[in-house]
């Protein structure tokens, strides 16, 4: 009968950190789940990272309530040693397999100076948009010229076009909807 251990009154073993009971972990959270956060985050550097964080290590620190030892320190002081390990496995588990970056993140870590578009690939496209662009009657690709590849005002081509600007959005919304009708390959 070694193996088993005497239970509390409250069904907490006698020297356990009380985070098995409601009370006791609604005091734990009143008091430490700032630090704990606090501290994640400035390890981690992502909010949403640090919260799993805490989570985590406040679900270690009730899985193994009963392995407190009052005489190794305060609650607080266990907390925070179950913390620093879920932080290292987290740190450990990124640095094995870097996040994945959307491309705003890989645009920002590239040296711009030695990425250069091939120029085949600008080539390609403006003789693919011209293919395009020969299929429209000429209003409409007028209107689409002016408004969607030189980025200008419907009111300015509108102006220069002399007619009124709800037709130059007439043109453009149907040159765009005859555009993409248009089989993949065209």
């Known amino acids: 009968m070694s193996g088993l251990r005497p239970v509390a009154p409250d069904g907490c073993a006698p020297r356990c950190a009380r985070l098995c009971t409601d009370r006791g972990l609604a005091e734990v959270l009143a008091a430490e789940q700032g630090l704990l956060h606090w501290r994640a985050t400035r390890r981690l550097g992502d909010p949403g990272l640090a919260e799993h964080a805490v989570q985590e290590a406040l679900l270690r620190a009730w899985r193994g309530c009963a392995t407190y030892d009052p005489d190794r320190g305060s609650v607080r002081t266990w907390l925070l040693s179950i913390e620093r390990n879920v932080l290292t496995d987290i740190i450990r588990m990124r640095a094995a397999r870097p996040m994945e970056a ?58 220069d076009l002399g007619v009124p600007v709800g037709t130059v959005k007439t043109r453009v919304h149907y040159a765009l909807r005859s555009l993409r009708q248009l089989p993949l390959g065209a």
């Open 102 to 159: 959307g491309w705003d993140l890989v645009e920002d870590s590239v040296d711009l100076r030695w990425a250069r578009p091939d120029f085949t690939d600008s080539l390609t496209d403006g003789l693919l948009v011209d293919q395009l662009l020969a299929r429209l009657p000429g209003p409409q690709r007028d209107a689409v010229v002016q408004v969607i590849l030189r980025d200008r005002a419907y009111r300015d081509v509108a102006a």
